[in-house]
């Protein structure tokens, strides 16, 4: 079964940072890339960045630029996401999804139910 499995939210304080992983199962992982998106209720979805199957990065949002760093490990089948100095507005449910082709949103195959981030003293 496709599958996609996020964890590692929860709430952190302003300033702080998270990680957050996406384990694939199901497919040939390393054949795909996997990108971060976040989305709160009533918004549309963000594109935060994502990460090609040859392991380059080949987006980052301007929100997030330069606090965020995207990571993959094919042998664990796994993307994890990591967010340094987290704000606020960093508050959101976080989804991975993985791509038919690059990092082209037209290809996004699967998704993963979400994790949520809170950023809050």
């Known amino acids: 079964q496709l599958q996609l499995v996020e964890s590692g939210g929860g709430l952190v304080q302003p300033g702080g940072s998270l990680r957050l992983s996406c384990v694939a199962s199901?497919?040939?992982?390393?054949?795909?890339?996997i990108g971060w998106f976040r989305q709160d209720p009533g918004k549309e979805r963000e594109k935060i960045t994502c990460i090609s199957s040859d392991d380059n990065r080949t987006y980052d949002s301007d929100s997030v630029k330069g606090r965020i760093f995207i990571s993959r490990d094919n042998a664990k089948n796994t993307v994890y996401l990591q967010m340094n100095s987290l704000q606020a507005e960093d508050t959101s449910i976080y989804y991975c999804?993985?791509?038919?082709?690059?990092?082209?949103?037209?290809?996004?195959?699967?998704w993963g139910q979400g994790t949520q981030v809170t950023v809050s003293s």
């Open positions: 199901g497919f040939r992982f390393d054949d795909f890339a």
């Open positions: 999804a993985a791509y038919t082709f690059g990092c082209d949103d037209k290809s996004v195959a699967w």
